[in-house]
């Protein structure tokens, strides 16, 4: 053993000897020690596992309430052209790719803020999905990540002029048809233990319907996340099980099939989401702030912030989600909760990655009361 200790990392080390000096721990008692993520510690469990260390004969504990996030994980490229972009000949470009997708980015925000979340998604075996895995193991729990060797995992690549504009994008995102009501069944027990539900509308109808049902059935709040207008067919039918429904103005003008003009229009369509069964709603319209909304407290108007600049607009969505999220599960009201959201959009936005790398539980109060 001592001799297999050597393809361990330190932190592997320590871990398997916290493990054996106390093989009933918690695994966010063994966070906590290691000054780790819980998702981090069940990753590196798992790996230890594989790795023949653990035979599974004692049971790490976990205690936690997880978030499970439900939707698209991708990768995604941006080429920005140096020169006016030219048809049929090569054109010369700096590139650069990150991790995305809405539900990977939410699991991310909500992981950096100090939540157990837990991503569930489909993916091929390839190394687009390697680089994902790196990337977000560190936030969130990939046990439940189905890999499928003839899918390739999610893409998004967009080609951007020498202004920086989008001149035109490519979506590869069939993989995630293969999120199945099958494939929610597949982890039905640890799901019905889940703290919340969020699931984007990357994935087919029929699932997302089964997901509201299970999430009814079991009395789990769910949390739907739109992505764009034209899969606001996606929508489920049957609305009264959902918790919250996070949108925006373009989504909601598809699904109402109306124009949000004024902002009379826009308060009205909130009051239109809530009469369909949905118990919280918010309907983002970029800089122009949010409207949130419910039985109990009314509508509440949320101004947008103010970037000290805007390095890019990239996950600025998913950040607001995120916020709201967690503001809620908080027990925040409905006016912090759309501060939440409009303090992490915000910081975002000044930032260049997807999902800001200094973002905290203790950063985001700071940001809110900053922007106060």
């Excluded at 297999?4 to 020690?33: C, G, R, V, W």
């Excluded at 539900?103 to 091929?124: C, K, S």
């Excluded at 509308?201 to 949390?223: D, K, R």
Aim: with cysteine; aromatic share 6%.
């Amino acid at each position: 053993m001592e001799k297999k200790m050597h393809s361990l990392n330190e932190k592997e080390k320590k871990l398997y000897q916290l493990i054996k000096n106390d093989p009933y721990s918690s695994q966010q008692e063994l966070a906590n020690a290691l000054g780790l993520s819980r998702p981090s510690i069940a990753n590196m469990i798992s790996d230890l596992i594989k790795k023949g260390f653990i035979l599974g004969k004692a049971y790490v504990l976990n205690e936690s309430e997880q978030v499970f996030c439900i939707g698209g994980a991708n990768v995604d490229r941006k080429f920005h052209a140096k020169k006016k972009l030219q048809l049929g000949t090569s054109n010369p470009i700096h590139s650069e790719q990150s991790a995305g997708g809405v539900a990977r980015n939410i699991a991310e925000n909500l992981g950096r803020i100090g939540m157990d979340a837990t991503l569930l998604t489909a993916a091929g075996t390839d190394t687009e999905w390697s680089f994902i895995e790196k990337a977000s193991s560190p936030y969130m729990n990939l046990d439940y990540v189905a890999s499928f060797i003839d899918e390739s995992t999610g893409s998004y690549t967009a080609v951007l002029d020498a202004n920086g504009d989008l001149t035109f994008a490519l979506a590869d995102m069939d993989v995630y048809e293969r999120i199945t009501p099958e494939f929610i069944r597949q982890h039905a027990s640890v799901m019905s233990q889940a703290k919340c539900l969020v699931a984007d509308l990357n994935i087919p109808q029929n699932t997302l319907e089964m997901l509201c049902e299970f999430a009814g059935n079991h009395a789990i709040p769910i949390v739907l996340v739109t992505v764009s207008a034209p899969k606001m067919d996606r929508m489920p039918t049957n609305l009264k099980h959902v918790t919250w429904l996070i949108t925006n103005k373009e989504e909601t003008e598809a699904y109402l099939k109306k124009a949000l003009t004024t902002r009379a229009d826009w308060e009205n369509a909130v009051n239109d989401w809530l009469q369909l069964g949905i118990s919280n709603v918010v309907v983002t319209n970029g800089n122009q702030g949010a409207m949130l909304g419910n039985h109990a407290e009314g509508i509440r108007f949320t101004a947008s912030g103010k970037p000290k600049r805007i390095a890019d607009v990239t996950g600025a969505g998913d950040a607001f989600s995120s916020a709201v999220i967690f503001a809620w599960l908080e027990g925040k009201s409905l006016e912090d909760i759309g501060k939440a959201g409009t303090a992490n959009a915000t910081k975002t936005l000044e930032s260049t990655f997807t999902v800001r790398q200094n973002l905290t539980e203790a950063q985001l109060q700071k940001d809110m009361e900053e922007l106060q």
